[in-house]
């Protein structure tokens, strides 16, 4: 399949996903999401593919998080429809049957902190930086990242990360 805003090959039997959005930090949209979880389900269907690495185009972000041009604007039925689409296939990654791993380089916030712990496991640079900044936007995290958070780092510390909206270093997320 052709796909504008992914990039996906396969090779000894693992699939690499790789985010290809650079100029917006691979700000997560509509159209990458749709794409993400087409190649989720192949990687599902494809006995040949034994565990998937997902990365994030360019040198400075995974994923910076959502696109926030495509955020609706003041319409609460309209947002909350838009996240439950967007959790329902940050689901599907994290119920795949087959390892996946987040390799995180750069920033990653928001959206992409919410892929990345739907991720089976999660392997960060040194230079990366992770956080849900959505507070400070005026809403939660909206793809499943509070109940995400709250399993991978405890009560406390997922409070801090979701209330504060300061964004941790791969040292600290360690």
């Not at 599902?44 to 400075?60: F, H, L, Q």
């Not at 972000?61 to 604007?73: L, N």
Request: proline share 4%; aromatic share 6%; glycine share 12%.
């Amino acid at each position: 399949m052709g796909w504008n805003n992914i990039i996906f090959k396969k090779e000894n039997k693992i699939g690499f996903v790789t985010l290809n959005r650079p100029e917006v930090y691979n700000a997560l949209n509509a159209a990458l999401l749709g794409e993400l979880e087409e190649v989720v389900e192949e990687v599902k269907k494809d006995p040949d593919i034994g565990v998937v690495i997902i990365t994030g185009a360019g040198e400075k972000a995974f994923v910076s998080g959502a696109d926030i041009s495509e955020i609706p604007a003041s319409n609460a039925i309209l947002a909350w429809a838009t996240s439950r689409d967007h959790q329902s296939i940050l689901n599907q990654l994290e119920r795949l049957g087959k390892p996946s791993i987040a390799a995180i380089n750069g920033y990653c916030l928001g959206g992409g902190l919410e892929l990345a712990m739907a991720c089976t496991l999660r392997i960060a640079s040194e230079n990366a930086k992770l956080g849900l900044p959505e507070l400070g936007l005026g809403f939660v995290p909206g793809f499943g990242g509070t109940q995400r958070l709250t399993r991978l780092v405890g009560r406390g510390k997922a409070f801090e990360m979701i209330l504060t909206a300061k964004p941790i270093d791969a040292a600290e997320a360690f």
